[in-house]
């Protein structure tokens, strides 16, 4: 068994998903032994496939777009590993980040984790969240730079981000977790083809085990906030946020959902 298997999910961004494994193959130590999984799920030719000669790399052409969490999914059957990370194509090492994450989770016994997450400049980004709700997204997507208060809140701004604590919803673009809770999960729900699939997964990790902030490793994500500037994909973001409302008013009484 692998400590470590990581999964990138490609869609026509080459030179992200080759920079992203460089960094996790350069700060990632021999002691942990690990397999990086490229799912391409590009529309455009690329040579993504030339990554395998590099030690530990595996390259899976999907042959079409199955979107974010349809194509972590691709590779769980294969998973051999203590720990899975899902990680952004947009996401850079700038230290040992993994063999930290995963002796806090040894010691921790958390189901899933959730590094430092910054921009380029060591700025934390707020991608850790509460509980969702409709107005909370409404405010978010329809009213900019109102309601400072809550978006603080909602965004977890009073907490103490120099010690671990569970959040209820991080952004998926960098977590890591038990592959076995990963496979009991059976993965992402693929009813969201595009956003709202990583709080759908938190809410069920948080459902059978937690999720943890933990301080101790940072990591960079080149957020680009996508459907701020592109009308077809704030389209799909709305589309997903009624889906997963849809989903989980359910366990308004308290029926849980995996």
């Given amino acids: 068994m692998k400590d470590l298997s990581v999964s990138i999910v490609a869609y026509n961004d080459e030179e992200d998903v080759k920079n992203a494994v460089e960094s996790i193959l350069r700060w990632t130590p021999d002691f942990i032994s690990m397999t990086i999984y490229?799912?391409?799920?590009?529309?455009?030719?690329?040579?993504?496939?030339?990554?395998?000669?590099?030690?530990?790399?595996?390259?899976?052409?999907?042959?079409?777009?199955?979107?974010?969490?349809?194509?972590?999914?691709?590779?769980?059957?294969?998973?051999?590993?203590?720990?899975?990370?899902?990680?952004?194509?947009?996401?850079?090492?700038k230290e040992d980040a993994f063999s930290k994450i995963v002796s806090f989770m040894d010691e921790s016994d958390c189901g899933m984790c959730v590094p430092r997450i910054t921009d380029e400049e060591g700025n934390l980004l707020k991608v850790y969240r509460r509980e969702v709700t409709v107005f909370d997204m409404f405010i978010r997507m329809f009213i900019k730079g109102g309601f400072k208060k809550r978006r603080a809140y909602h965004t977890m701004q009073d907490m103490d981000y120099d010690k671990p604590f569970q959040v209820p919803f991080a952004q998926g673009s960098f977590l890591v977790i038990k592959t076995d809770l990963f496979k009991k999960l059976k993965g992402f729900d693929e009813r969201f083809f595009l956003y709202m699939e990583d709080a759908d997964l938190c809410k069920r990790v948080n459902n059978v085990s937690n999720l943890l902030y933990f301080p101790g490793t940072s990591v960079i994500h080149k957020w680009e906030k996508g459907s701020h500037k592109n009308l077809a994909l704030f389209k799909l973001h709305v589309s997903s946020m009624v889906k997963?409302?849809?989903?989980?008013?359910?366990?308004?009484?308290?029926?849980?959902?995996?």
Avoid: C, M, Q
């Fill in 38 to 93: 490229i799912v391409d799920n590009s529309t455009k030719e690329n040579t993504l496939k030339e990554l395998e000669k590099k030690p530990n790399v595996v390259y899976i052409s999907t042959g079409k777009n199955l979107g974010f969490g349809g194509g972590h999914n691709v590779i769980i059957d294969k998973l051999d590993s203590k720990y899975h990370a899902i990680v952004n194509p947009d996401i850079l090492l």
């Fill in 244 to 258: 997963y409302f849809l989903k989980w008013r359910r366990s308004l009484s308290n029926k849980k959902i995996v």
